[in-house]
């Protein structure tokens, strides 16, 4: 079973950046695609990006370029670099890893981790 660590967020002002991490265990690392999602207040959880085993990404339109998702395959941990962030980032982003079908219908993924709470607040 997959084990996943998310970490990195904290409370910043509009405009400002965060790194988030996510590290795996028990797992291939390497041979499965990597994703972050958020669950926003009163909103269902959302793909926000996500990059395949080799190396390809894909984002949320709404996010206009602000996210960069990458991978650490030597360290297992993949990353999300948030710039630009606005209020409307607030939430808890949770990272996963699977096949593409499980990265579009998360709902068959398991092994969640606790999430990292993003704040964006002035």
């Known amino acids: 079973q997959v084990h996943l660590v998310e970490s990195g967020g904290g409370l910043v002002q509009p405009g400002g950046s965060l790194r988030l991490s996510c590290a795996v265990s028990?797992?291939?690392?390497?041979?499965?695609?990597m994703a972050w999602y958020r669950h926003l207040p009163g909103n269902q959880r959302e793909l926000v990006a996500a990059?395949?085993?080799?190396?390809?990404?894909n984002y949320l339109d709404s996010l206009k370029g602000r996210f960069t998702i990458s991978r650490d395959n030597t360290k297992k941990t993949v990353y999300l670099q948030m710039n630009n962030l606005e209020p409307e980032d607030t939430g808890v982003y949770y990272c996963?890893?699977?096949?593409?079908?499980?990265?579009?219908?998360?709902?068959?993924?398991?092994?969640w981790g606790q999430g990292t709470q993003v704040t964006v607040s002035s």
């Open positions: 028990g797992s291939d690392f390497s041979n499965y695609a």
């Open positions: 996963n890893q699977g096949h593409l079908h499980e990265i579009i219908f998360p709902d068959q993924l398991s092994g």
């Open positions: 990059i395949s085993a080799g190396g390809n990404t």
